[in-house]
């Protein structure tokens, strides 16, 4: 019987050293918590993955420890491209402190969610209307 459910371990697998990780929910509604704390385990077990540049919209966490706040360990986020740090302290610590995570903007939630889509992940925000 053919299933569509990964198991956690497949899903970390194809994670790599300097990947792209975008997530999606608000607060503890809608986001994978489980993959979360998987891909924490395996960066404290073993080292990797690192170096993920972090995309989301809306904050992801509960204001202490869950959600995108598991991912905040120097050398496991290089950049953080997101909108709303309010649920997550840790990840907004890495970024005002500029040490493991470094701010490169701001995402509109709909800004987002629209331009997936449309097709349009990639556009460079910082140089539209040039």
């Known amino acids: 019987m053919y299933s569509n459910v990964v198991p956690l371990e497949d899903m970390i697998a194809i994670i790599h050293e300097g990947d792209t990780l975008a ?6 509604k809608g986001t994978p918590e489980k993959l979360f704390a998987g891909i924490e385990l ?22 202490r420890d869950k959600g995108l706040n598991r991912l905040a360990h120097e050398g496991l986020l290089k950049r953080v491209i997101g909108g709303h740090y309010g649920l997550m302290p840790k990840v907004e ?27 349009r992940l990639g556009v460079d925000t910082d140089r539209a209307g040039e």
């Open 23 to 28: 997530t999606n929910g608000y607060g503890g």
């Open 42 to 63: 395996s960066f404290l077990e073993s080292g990797s993955p690192n170096s993920l540049t972090l995309v989301y919209a809306g904050g992801q966490g509960d204001g």
């Open 93 to 119: 610590r890495l970024a005002v402190d500029n040490t493991a995570a470094q701010p490169r903007g701001l995402l509109h939630h709909r800004t987002l969610c629209l331009s997936a889509r449309c097709g």
